[in-house]
């Protein structure tokens, strides 16, 4: 009796040292999965894995045989690894899967440069994950270490290697596996060929769906380099419903795009630090003339579909929406497009629907050290063209990262020398150092920022035919999180920072205007039909209470993925 239940207990025990390491890899993977996936996926990564899992349980007698397992095993397993990490952080950061339209249009408008520089700026996160991958990576090579052999000639050679390689004795088994766990590992190969051969569920594999989402983005970029027959459709369908402009006399309309300032960080607004002394002066110098929208949100979070928003009127991917430069043209204004970045995309989808194009700014990337100060000269050459009537588009750089590149380097950081009451707030708020840092950064930038903007103001008001109808509006593509709501810089699809903006409106011959003007919510993505109120633009298929000027405003609050307590905050 007791020689069986040797037996027993020792073929219970190699049955237990050939499965832990199999379990443990099964649970390293699953880990990665459960990362970037919920529901059903997570159980179709899992069976697209099984094969590779499968194999370590299949008896091999070649020592090469082994080693190429091991590779490919490795290979396998952190492939889904780095595929759960890359989804977490997608999703984490821009509450989007990888094939979103917000991911995909980002990879598409980006390059290397771009790419090496936006590392720079998240490095800490993306050196944690690499410890977590590189960490995750030797815990499965030395696993598969216990990959089950067959013994044969080569056993005392084989438990060599396994000692050699600081792993324990590559276990061994009978030359002939029992039936019941052969069918087991038949079945395993078996689920995980049709799970291959379905194509709804192969194209969730790391290799399948990662080197099609490099050949959409690819294509993406293909169709913006070539855009102009979508252009000349785009006047064909302004020209189409006959726009007039129902403003006797010349008239000329700035309208100043800025990128990645959050309202909650200017003076004008409110804020514990002095950002916009200019702005703030020409608020007082003229009440009646400039209004600030107090609650101003965008839509988006980053720059490419707000821009599409913004000049489609809210419609971007409607097959009869207006374009908002082509409908000015077609009414008889002479459009200009200035800009300090320098963006594929956005020169082909609206900079080039203008008459005249200027792009200061050819070096791509947020290493770009361009200033906004250089469009200055721009904006007074266009004011001063003899058009009766224009519209003037500036396209700013604003406070886009990286912060310490958006003010000259003569420039000093007046908020980096003491302790006031922002960074005491930062501080309370158990905010670390380098978002602190990143804060003060950020608000210099906007001290620069207030002087472009309001001298894009100033030349609005004094050069050209004065007596002429100027209109001047002002506002911000996205917000920008700098340590508002969570330790993060950067854009911000997840927190309510990433949509506070700025929108600030000035004209020379005001109207009656609701005494609540100021107080109005405003969304940036109905843009246009304000800017169509101060373009005197009328055409077939307008839709009222948009314009948030108009008297017969309503309101209605965007849809965003984050949860807003007000819209009047």
């Known amino acids: 009796m007791n020689a069986p239940s040797s037996a027993g207990r020792a073929g219970r025990s190699a049955a237990a040292a050939r499965g832990w390491p199999l379990v443990a890899l099964a649970a390293i ?23 590779a899992l499968a194999w370590m349980a299949w008896p091999v007698r070649s020592r090469a045989v082994h080693r190429a397992r091991r590779v490919a095993v490795l290979a396998a397993v952190m492939a889904f690894a780095a595929d759960g990490v890359v989804r977490a952080y997608l999703l984490d950061t821009y509450q989007s899967a990888p094939d979103g339209a917000v991911v995909l249009g980002a990879l598409a408008n980006t390059n290397a440069r771009e790419s090496g520089e936006y590392l720079q700026m998240h490095w800490r996160t993306a050196a944690l994950w690499c410890a977590v991958l590189v960490a995750a990576g030797y815990a499965v090579w030395r696993l598969t270490a216990q990959g089950w052999r067959r013994r044969g000639a080569g056993g005392a050679a084989n438990r060599s290697e396994g000692h050699a390689s600081g792993a324990a004795p590559a276990v061994t088994v009978r030359s002939t596996p029992r039936r019941a766990w052969l069918a087991l590992l038949v079945l395993a190969f078996a689920l995980g060929a049709v799970a291959h051969a379905s194509k709804p569920w192969r194209r969730l594999h790391p290799v399948v769906f990662w080197t099609q989402w490099s050949d959409d983005a690819r294509a993406l970029r ?82 490419l579909p707000a821009m599409a928003n913004m000049m489609r009127f809210g419609q971007p991917t409607a097959a009869d929406a207006q374009h908002l430069l082509p409908l000015a043209r077609a009414a008889g204004y002479k459009v200009w497009w200035m800009s300090n970045h320098d963006d594929v995309a956005i020169e082909q989808q609206h900079a080039r629907l203008a008459d005249e194009v200027e792009i200061v700014n050819r070096v791509p990337g947020r290493a770009s050290a361009s200033l906004d100060g250089e469009l200055l000269d721009c904006v007074q050459e266009a004011l001063e063209d003899p058009a009766e009537r224009k519209l003037i588009v500036v396209h700013l ?54 002087f472009v903007v309001a001298e894009t103001l100033e030349l609005t008001r004094t050069v050209g035919r004065l007596a002429e109808y100027r209109a001047w509006f002002y506002l911000s593509d996205h917000g920008q999180e ?30 009656a205007d609701a005494p609540d003007l100021a107080e109005r919510p405003f969304r940036a993505d109905w843009l246009g039909w304000t800017m169509a109120d101060l373009l005197a633009l009328q055409w077939k298929g307008q839709v009222a209470g948009r314009d948030v000027l108009a008297p017969d405003y309503r309101w209605e609050a965007p849809v965003l993925p984050v949860k807003v307590r007000s819209y009047l905050d």
Do not use: K
């Open 222 to 303: 293909i169709a913006w380099a070539d855009q102009q027959r979508m252009r000349d459709a785009a006047l064909q369908q302004a020209h189409a419903v006959a726009p007039q402009v129902t403003r006797a006399g010349p008239s000329t309309v700035v309208l100043v795009i800025t990128d990645s300032i959050n309202r909650d960080n200017l003076g004008l607004y409110g804020y514990g630090r002095n950002t916009t002394p200019r702005l703030a002066a020409a608020l007082r110098r003229e009440p009646q003339q400039m209004t600030v929208l107090r609650h101003a949100w965008s839509a988006d979070a980053s720059t």
């Open 482 to 511: 700098v340590g508002h709501g969570s330790d993060h810089v950067g854009h911000s699809p997840s927190t309510a920072s990433g949509y506070r903006i700025p929108a600030i409106v000035w004209r020379n011959q005001v109207p």
């Open 29 to 51: 993977a699953l880990g990665f999965v459960v990362l970037g996936h919920d529901g059903r996926r997570v159980a179709q990564m899992m069976v697209l894995l099984l094969p």
């Open 397 to 450: 750089l604003g406070a886009h990262p990286h912060y310490r590149l958006r003010f000259p380097e003569t420039q000093d950081n007046p908020f980096d020398d003491t302790q006031d009451a922002v960074e005491s707030g930062l501080i309370a708020q158990g905010r670390p150092a380098w978002v602190r840092r990143f804060r003060q950064d950020y608000d210099t930038a906007l001290l620069y920022h207030d």
